[in-house]
């Protein structure tokens, strides 16, 4: 028996319709793991140490802490390319996050990491001048902090 002009028209229409949803799958997978990660535009508008944390995580009165290790050179030469290392001495850590106390824009980045990632950061960052770094670790509700001076000799932020 023949298939009638129906079916075939309606078995072609089911191939796109499946063809699109392979397709589109990755793009929709991805807006909806993206979410949570949004940029913090509200903390990088701030101008201040105090109102940058209380933008990231709600209040400013974070304890400082010896299990958060700062790793930076005391004097940097040129604060365009400053290298920076965070090392945390705890089991889980849900989020590191840089600020420099002197910059026009305090908030430097935000580091996520997943349940089985070592709380571990190396980047560069850049220092307007002679200032602070500063790292905020969240580990679920638990806010640690620690900072390092660095002294800069040519600015890097303009």
Request: hydrophobic share 45%; with cysteine; glycine share 6%.
């Amino acid at each position: 028996m023949m298939p009638t002009t129906f079916t075939r028209v309606a078995s072609r229409r089911r191939a796109l319709v499946r063809l699109a949803t392979l397709w589109l799958a990755p793009f929709v997978a991805r807006v909806a793991h993206a979410e949570p990660h949004r940029r913090p535009d509200h903390a990088f508008a701030q101008k201040d140490v105090a109102p940058t944390l209380r933008a990231l995580f709600g209040r400013d009165d974070i304890p400082h802490s010896d299990l958060i290790r700062i790793g930076v050179a005391k004097l940097a030469e040129n604060g365009a390319v400053v290298p920076v290392k965070v090392d945390v001495d705890l089991p889980h850590v849900d989020e590191i996050a840089l600020i420099g106390t002197r910059n026009p824009v305090p908030l430097i980045g935000r580091f996520s990491f997943g349940p089985r990632t070592r709380p571990f950061v190396a980047t560069r960052v850049k220092l307007a001048e002679t200032s602070e770094i500063v790292a905020v670790v969240r580990d679920g509700e638990t806010l640690l902090l620690a900072r390092a001076a660095v002294e800069v000799t040519v600015g890097g932020c303009g």
